[in-house]
């Protein structure tokens, strides 16, 4: 009786049914994908001597005019976007990348609802065979499959290439969902 129960337990964990029916909600927001580091830019200033203050001596020194500087916050562009579909799972929701000073950013849009699973990953694809990609680039394990949250894009990124995301069931070597970013 014990080893029935051992190999139910091991075989419920293995395959993890649950993950089929229930949600994992996540709640990121864009903001929170790009660190916010202020740009200033020193505005140059011109100071042009009076002649009447030229000529009389003086032991103060000219005051030199406070330097103005301003706050530049560039917004997160958005590059492409793409809407899901199921492969043999529903999927529905918006997948969009952001770039924001040079540094990309995958978004899965708060309107995001994936059928769960066990062992999902997100992967950026250079081409549309969803059954079997050959190159990829793993941006890790899925956080959750309902709701907005982001994937920092690696150096290696190139958005004229990697035009397609897939979900990727890891476990069972079988997609999930896909977007084609364009």
Known sequence: MIAVVVV????????????????????????????AAPTTMAESTVTVPNPVATAVATT??????????STVAAEPMAV???SFFGID????????????????????EDDTDIQNGPDLYVWLT???????????LDLGKLKGNVGGQNYDLPAEFDPAVHRNLLIWCLR????????ELG
């Open 8 to 35: 139910v337990v091991g075989a419920f964990l293995l395959l993890r049914p649950d993950k089929l029916v229930v949600d994992d909600p996540v709640d990121e927001s864009l903001e929170e994908a790009f660190t």
């Open 126 to 136: 250079t081409d549309s065979d969803w059954d079997d990609p050959d190159v990829y």
């Open 80 to 82: 492409v976007t793409g």
């Open 60 to 69: 103060e020194p000219p005051a030199t005019p406070p330097s103005t500087t």
């Open 89 to 108: 799972h529903s999927a529905e929701g918006t997948a969009t990348i952001y770039e924001q000073r040079g540094a990309y950013v995958l978004r899965l």
């Open 172 to 179: 069972f070597s079988v997609p999930f969902a896909a977007a």
